[in-house]
């Protein structure tokens, strides 16, 4: 009588389940062209487009050594030593977890400058600097900043025109250090990559239809991803905008580099929830997630079988890398139990922008 290898046996199940999710997602969640250029213009659809494949800029393999000739490494890993010596430190957290945090407070209080309104070069000075629009950038003009459009100001104590350009190119913003959330994520995210990310998929982009941004990593001390509000420096407190700012939202998007995720039920309380059909039906903006990820599943798989030239272990990387930490992500959402607080020592309110300017997008706190 021969014996059975049931772990031999498990690893077959799983790369038959694994090739014929790749398959069925394919077919499943196929766009046709004319309902895909649709999708284009419509509300959150446009920015699934937009952010579909975001992060994979981060990993540009040139970008690390900029990364490093630039940030003060020094003092950002005597800052971690400091705080994995710290006798009341949360024992789940590891060392990246440490790097991160310390990231977080190096990135907003050494390195980076929230710009509400740019200052006039002349007066040195913001207060007399008045708006006068924006134009998109010249599409003619060689543009390695990758500029999207450019604010036009004027100082009316002086009479100093004054552009200020958004900047996309991360490792422009390596050098210009300025900018809005925008700025400040993108900026932040490619630093993120460069000290934790390595070849793994670790960072997430996340954007929320009420105009703000922030990310995510993977915690492999916590074992899931982390919120993370570069221009706050706040860890882990997903309810920080609907709790703290006061902030009402429709949808929250997750982009990492293996799938695309809807995370509103991680950060939006039911409280705070604008009815999300009053923006898009939910229906379609799942479907064109769907549709991505069934792609990243297909794309990941080919990538695998070229790198390890073996489909079986192709496979298992499928469903080890996307299948299951996807399925994880979506059950952990739907707990009851989720935690529905944030943590007392936070400051009510955003902190960045002007006090008006923040209650004009109903952030302060009061809302
Ligand atoms: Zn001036």
Redesign the pocket.
């Known amino acids: 009588m021969t014996s059975i290898d049931y772990s031999n046996l498990a690893d077959r199940l799983i790369t038959i389940y694994a090739k014929q999710k790749i398959v069925s997602d394919r077919k499943k969640f196929r766009i046709n062209h004319a309902e895909l250029q649709e999708s284009l213009v419509l509300p959150v659809c446009q920015s699934i487009h937009v952010h579909a494949n975001c992060v994979d800029v981060y990993k540009n393999p040139n970008y690390l050594n900029e990364v490093l000739d630039t940030i003060d490494l020094a003092t950002i890993y005597m800052n971690v030593d400091k705080r994995e010596n710290e006798p009341d430190k949360n024992p789940n957290l590891k060392y990246d977890d440490f790097v991160v945090l310390e990231l977080l407070q190096y990135f907003k209080h050494n390195f980076f400058t929230w710009v509400n309104t740019p200052k006039?070069p002349?007066?040195q000075?913001e207060k007399?600097?008045e708006s006068k629009g924006s134009i998109p950038f010249n599409r003619t003009l060689p543009n390695p900043d990758e500029i999207s459009i450019v604010e036009h100001y004027q100082?009316f104590?002086?009479?100093?025109n004054i552009q200020f350009p958004r900047i996309n190119n991360p490792v422009s913003l390596l050098r210009t250090k300025q900018g809005r959330c925008g700025e400040w994520v993108n900026c932040f995210m490619l630093i993120l990559q460069a000290l934790i990310g390595e070849d793994k998929d670790r960072i997430r982009y996340v954007w929320n239809q009420e105009d703000h941004v922030w990310c995510e990593y993977y915690s492999y001390g916590l074992n899931r991803w982390v919120h993370l509000d570069p221009c706050e420096a706040v860890y882990d407190e997903p309810l920080l905008y609907c709790n703290n700012w006061g902030k009402r939202m429709s949808y929250v998007i997750g982009f990492n580099q293996n799938y695309i995720i809807d995370l509103s039920d991680k950060y939006i309380t039911p409280e705070k929830q604008i009815e999300k059909s009053s923006v898009i039906s939910k229906n379609k903006v799942d479907k064109l997630i769907n549709y991505y990820n069934s792609n990243k599943l297909a794309n990941y798989y080919n990538q695998q079988v070229s790198k390890l030239g073996n489909e079986h272990k192709a496979l298992l990387s499928v469903y080890n890398d996307i299948i299951i930490p996807r399925n994880q992500e979506l059950d952990v959402m739907k707990e009851p139990n989720k935690p529905s607080a944030t943590s007392t020592t936070l400051t009510k309110g955003r902190q960045t922008g002007s006090a008006a300017w923040t209650k004009s997008r109903g952030e302060d706190g009061n809302s």
């Not at 104590?157 to 100093?160: E, K, L």
């Open positions: 006039c002349n007066c000075d007399n600097v100082c104590q002086c009479g100093t």
